[in-house]
């Protein structure tokens, strides 16, 4: 079965710097969303993405966060400068979204510390 | 405005016993309902998912679910759960507009099984 690919599974990162998160879905899917996770908590929608638009960036914080899906495929996660509160699980989902009961497909997602 | 409760945060119980994890939901529009899994270090998976129709459902695992309209109500249910059991369940509800598919997440339920 196809997957959603995300990179890197790991990253540690000083506060400050720029750290960057790559995910590939699965082909096809028209959406793409990225999820915030903190350890133990549920999941925040960051930004949704319908081919190449944004449709929902409403909880994206946009002084340090952006994303983009040039091509209406592959999609960047990109955090600068880095702060100690950013350390969670990133998750990014595709949905074919064509119909209501299109499930989301998740990828592993990028663990991010920030020290 | 959509939304998801799952009121309880963690659920042990020990293995070969019966467990059901809540799920309530609140909606303004038509929605259709997800139980996702979740694993350590894993993205979530689904589970199963409620559309239409009987309004008991069977899903992966040996997992069901049970739709309740007047209740808005869809606890996950499972006979007998095993230590493989043991992760992070997550209620969704999906619903379409002009904008694509969206989904809310509840806050999630940590089921712990026990030996």
């Known amino acids: 079965e196809a997957e959603v690919a995300q990179s890197p599974r790991y990253k540690i990162t000083e506060k400050s710097q720029a750290v960057a998160f790559w995910c590939d879905p699965i082909s096809g899917h028209a959406t793409l969303y990225w999820y915030r996770q903190i350890l133990g908590q549920g999941l925040e929608l960051l930004v949704q993405f319908q081919d190449e638009s944004v449709v929902d960036d409403s909880q994206l914080p946009k002084d340090r966060f952006s994303a983009e899906r040039l091509k209406g495929v592959d999609s960047t996660l990109k955090i600068q400068p880095a702060e100690l509160g950013d350390s969670a699980m990133y998750l990014c989902?595709?949905?074919?979204?064509?119909?209501?009961?299109?499930?989301?497909?998740f990828g592993n997602g990028t663990r991010l510390t920030v020290t | 405005a959509q939304s998801v409760t799952q009121l309880d945060s963690q659920v042990p119980v020990f293995e070969e016993a019966p467990v059901e994890l809540r799920c309530n939901y609140s909606s303004s529009v038509s929605v259709y309902l997800f139980w996702y899994v979740q694993y350590p270090n894993q993205g979530l998976q689904l589970l199963l998912k409620?559309?239409?129709?009987?309004?008991l459902v069977k899903g992966i695992n040996g997992f069901e679910a049970e739709f309740n309209k007047s209740q808005t109500s869809f606890h996950l249910r499972k006979p007998s759960v095993h230590i493989s059991d043991t992760a992070e369940y997550f209620c969704?509800?999906?619903?379409?507009?002009?904008?694509?598919?969206?989904?809310?997440f509840g806050p999630g339920t940590r089921l712990s099984v026990l030996p």
């Open positions: 989902a595709s949905s074919l979204a064509q119909a209501v009961d299109s499930p989301l497909h």
């Open positions: 969704a509800v999906t619903w379409l507009d002009n904008y694509g598919q969206n989904f809310v």
């Open positions: 409620y559309l239409s129709g009987s309004t």
